[in-house]
């Protein structure tokens, strides 16, 4: 019995070994990250980018009144005084119709790798969101999403385009 146990325990290492030089020689040296954050919503067939809200028309009406877009220095994820006067207005209609949602996506520009940027625009919506919750908007009506720097708003690589795709866009 100790003898098919023993081939058992050599096969199971032998094994193990194989798996894990196999595993390894086939590993990518580059990562790959693929979003879809908010999932498919129903009846599509993949996911084109499209955010579903469903809101009122009063509240995309006042919604279309508001600035939808802050921005941000470089590198960076920190609501400036700028962004606060522009979410300030969006708590107020979002405290005034509790029902009401947002979908707040998060932009960079080219600079840095993709990882890197779809994690940036993930902060700069965070920021948004979570400065929002400070203002008593509830966080469960509150969507965020990063494209990075895949939907730019504006082209070009000077500091004046950087600028613009350097944001967080609210959508009702």
């Known amino acids: 019995m100790s003898t098919s146990f023993s081939k058992i325990v050599v096969l199971a290492v032998l094994?193990?070994?194989v798996a894990l030089t196999t595993g390894c020689a086939?590993?990518?040296?580059?990562s790959e990250v693929?979003?879809?954050?908010?999932?498919?919503p129903g009846?599509?067939?993949?996911?084109?980018?499209?955010?579903?809200?469903?809101?009122?028309?009063?509240?995309?009406?006042?919604?279309?009144?508001?600035?939808a877009v802050v921005y941000f220095a470089f590198d960076?994820?920190?609501i400036t005084s700028q962004a606060a006067n522009v979410l300030n207005q969006h708590a107020s209609l979002l405290s005034s119709n509790p029902?009401?949602?947002?979908?707040?996506?998060?932009?960079?520009?080219?600079?840095?790798?993709?990882e890197y940027n779809m994690a940036l625009g993930e902060r700069r919506a965070q920021a948004a969101r979570n400065y929002l919750a400070a203002q008593g908007v509830a966080v469960?009506?509150?969507?965020?999403?990063?494209?990075?720097?895949?939907?730019?708003a504006a082209t070009g690589t000077t500091e004046e385009a950087y600028a613009q795709n350097r944001r967080a866009e609210l959508s009702y």
């Open 15 to 17: 094994s193990s070994a």
């Open 26 to 30: 086939t590993k990518r040296a580059t």
């Open 34 to 40: 693929v979003v879809a954050p908010l999932g498919i």
């Open 43 to 67: 009846g599509q067939a993949g996911y084109n980018g499209a955010v579903i809200v469903d809101n009122s028309s009063a509240v995309v009406t006042g919604a279309e009144n508001l600035q």
């Open 76 to 78: 960076s994820s920190e």
């Open 99 to 114: 029902n009401a949602g947002v979908v707040i996506a998060g932009h960079t520009d080219e600079r840095g790798s993709r």
């Open 140 to 152: 469960n009506n509150v969507r965020v999403i990063s494209y990075g720097e895949e939907r730019p």
